[in-house]
């Protein structure tokens, strides 16, 4: 029964494995499924394994059982669509608020995205209505609240069930945006940054080491003498120092940061300086780059065993890297040139990588990029990098 | 409700909004005598369902606790070393030094295979431990026995119990681990879903107060650069303690201000975040 489902599943890319379709033939055969509802929760639950296939699912099971067909116009299209139109019409706004069908009153509290979200929805109902079908529900309603169930990050929101057929349910597509091919993201990078670890002693001694209680117990003439330990935690020392200078960085500086507040916590001692393009004699602790500064110098004064995370994009002019005065800020002058001061960077701190948000396919094309390159083990800032990143700061030299 | 017997019906609880679809799922993997694991972000009651079940399937609930360093005999027994080099020593306890059975100590999943009833069992936070963990431990739950080495002895569980496992996502589980479980993801609960949440714990909440929270609490969540959005817990708590302030004057929230943050907001950075773009600073 189904096998038709099940290979259309297979054909669309859902990784459905024949033993969890022999347990769906199992419960039908226990009678565990009497409807098509039953038969839409349970078979997702047994088939599918991750809520990124759950809107593919979606798809198939209501052009099996309604024939309904796949959705040819993509999101993206339709986003680009509804900006422009709303772009035009945010410069008369009675007209838009007439139609979406919404009081003028009411559309001056929506944020734009709001706005282009429930937009976007009624778009989309239209050119269902258009083709003809009224296979969507939820035509009627005019509720900015009750309709467009979205949360932040487009993250559509499926609720309960309650009173529709799964068909109906299956064709909402209420996972549709856990579908996307998983981006980055600061759950996902701060797993990677857990490896990031050394554990040693640390605490009360409260942990029995039997190896040595033997031993002391035996030299000890059989009178039993326990021997505790510390318990191993880890105490790991980070330095993130960031770019966050040119417009370049701008789209990674948050995300860097949040991840490693995120994982502050599993590190004895995280510090985050900021510095634009490159090293010179300072860096800073505040973002702005003015308040606090710290003489590179100083960091010769650190536990050499502190890992040393560079975050940038490594591009600038070569004059910056290679000259003594080639900052970029006019009247700065320096001893000597930010060359000497990565290389300086990297002696101090045995464990050092360079984290580098573009693309390695690209690093070729820029001279900065290859020099510093050549100075720090350089990764590209995805997860893969990083976990090879953090591979190489554990390593031991 | 519960039509007499089924015992193994599972219908919701007093504290448990259960949605449809999730009830059948838990009724399908009970009868298919399959784990299910639970995936989604903190705060959707995840850990909750668990306890939801074995209430109302009048089960105890055993709960494991997945920690980062666990190893997976941890989870299934104990030998007791310590204590029977101790005896042996001093020999002023009522066991026998010689009998090593003794001196094991079941685990959680030993304990639920031990139990003389059905159990619910709840491996909570799954993704914590690593990837041998999960698949050994499949094993054990797959066979439903595992052996105690020190005395030769294989223990088989009386009753399969209930096993609930969940996981926050934070990483992907393996897939032989996938293939031998249901699969649900609890999405975050909708305003209207959250509404009948809040009815469950506050019964007697007035509309207008509930209306106010729940649109001030989806509005906070959208906000950017957030590290721990308010959860289902936090609006919970954040009602109560508006619900307890005498002075606390509902068209504040109307308006937009936000009392309580910090029972919301459990970061100082979230916090500052919050103030920033709730927009208007409280004077």
Redesign the interface.
């Known amino acids: 029964m189904f096998i038709r489902f099940f290979y259309m599943l297979r054909e669309k890319g859902v ?1 459905v ?1 024949p ?2 379709f022999l ?1 769906l033939q ?2 039908l055969a ?1 009678g ?2 009497g409807s098509v ?2 038969f839409y ?2 078979a ?3 088939l ?4 990124r296939y ?1 809107d593919t699912y979606d798809q198939v099971f209501a052009h099996h059982f309604k024939g309904a067909t796949f959705e040819e116009i993509t999101d993206v299209e339709l986003t680009d669509v509804a900006k422009a139109l709303l772009e035009e019409w945010l410069k008369r706004p009675k007209e838009l608020a007439e139609a979406l069908g919404l009081d003028e009153n009411k559309l001056a509290q929506y944020t734009p995205e709001e706005l282009l979200r429930y937009f976007l929805d009624r778009l989309k109902e239209q050119k269902e209505a258009h083709h003809g079908g009224n296979r969507w529900i939820g035509t009627g309603g005019t509720s900015p ?2 309709h467009s ?1 979205n ?2 990050g487009g ?1 559509r ?6 009173n529709k057929s799964a068909v109906k349910v299956a064709m909402e597509r ?2 549709r945006d ?1 579908s996307q091919e998983g981006p980055l993201t ?3 990078m ?2 990677a940054l ?1 490896r990031l670890r050394r554990m040693i002693p640390h605490g009360p001694r409260d942990v ?1 080491n ?1 190896d040595k209680t033997i031993t002391e117990t035996m030299r000890n003439g059989g009178e ?1 003498s ?1 021997v505790f330990d510390r318990r191993l935690s880890d105490r790991l020392k980070v330095i993130l120092m960031i770019d966050n200078g040119g417009w370049s960085m701008d789209p990674y500086i ?1 995300i860097v940061q ?1 991840l490693f ?2 994982a502050r916590s599993q590190f004895k001692d995280l510090k985050i300086y900021y510095f634009h393009n490159t090293v010179y004699s300072r860096v800073w602790l505040d973002p702005q780059r003015h308040l606090r500064p710290e003489a590179v110098e100083e960091f010769t004064r650190r536990d050499p065993d502190t890992r040393l995370i560079i975050v940038g994009d490594a591009a600038m002019a070569p004059s910056e890297l290679r000259w003594a005065n080639g900052s970029i800020y006019v009247g700065e002058t320096e001893r000597r040139s930010s060359e000497d001061r990565l290389k300086f960077l990297t002696q101090t701190f045995r464990h050092a990588v360079w984290l580098n948000p573009q693309a390695e396919a690209s690093w070729n094309y820029t001279w900065t990029i290859e020099v510093i390159g050549k100075i720090f083990p350089m990764f590209e800032l995805t997860l893969d990098g990083l976990d090879k990143a953090v591979q190489h700061l554990m390593k031991r030299h | 409700m519960n039509p007499v017997g089924e015992p193994h019906r599972f219908q919701g609880a007093s504290q448990y909004v259960l ?3 999730l009830a ?2 838990v ?3 009970i ?2 005598e ?1 784990p ?2 639970l ?1 989604g972000e903190p705060g959707t009651g995840k850990t909750m369902l668990a306890h939801a079940i074995a209430e109302s399937l009048a089960m105890p609930l055993i709960v494991l606790n997945v920690k ?1 360093s666990m190893k997976l005999l941890d989870a299934l027994y104990q030998y007791d ?2 204590t029977r ?2 005896d042996s ?1 001093f020999g002023d306890s009522k066991r026998e030094v010689s009998n090593i059975s003794e001196y094991i100590r079941m685990g959680k999943i030993g304990q639920a295979f031990a139990s003389d009833c059905r159990t619910v069992l709840l491996i909570d936070e799954i993704d914590k431990a690593d990837t041998d963990f999960q698949d050994d431990m499949l094993d054990v739950l797959d066979q439903m026995q595992f052996d105690i080495m020190e005395i030769d002895k294989t223990v088989t569980a009386r009753n399969r119990p209930v096993i609930i496992i969940t996981s ?5 589980l393996s ?1 032989p681990f ?2 031998r ?5 609890i ?7 959250m509404r009948m949440i809040l009815n469950v714990h506050f019964p007697d909440l007035s509309e207008e107060l509930a209306k106010a929270c729940l649109h001030a609490f ?1 509005r906070l ?5 957030i ?1 721990k959005k308010p959860a289902t817990r936090e609006l919970i708590n954040w009602v109560r303690a508006l619900r307890a302030d005498p002075d606390f004057d509902l068209k504040a929230v109307e308006n937009g201000e936000i009392p309580y943050l910090g029972v919301l907001f459990k970061k100082s ?1 979230d916090m500052n975040l919050a103030i920033q773009q709730s927009g208007r600073p409280r004077r």
């Open positions: 990784p494995t033993t969890s347990r199992k419960a226990l565990l499924i509802d039953d929760t349970a997702r639950s047994i599918v394994k991750s809520e759950f609240v009750g169930g949360h932040p993250m929101v499926g609720g309960a069930s309650r209420r996972y856990y600061e759950l996902q701060g797993e857990k029995v039997v039993i326990i948050e949040t507040n995120y | 949605d449809d679809e059948k799922i009724n399908v993997s009868a298919l399959m299910l694991l995936k980062s070393t310590l080099l101790n020593r926050n996502a934070k990483k992907d897939d996938l293939g479980c249901n699969f649900h993801h999405a975050f609960p909708d305003p209207e879903m989806y969540r959208e906000f950017r650069g590290e950075v």
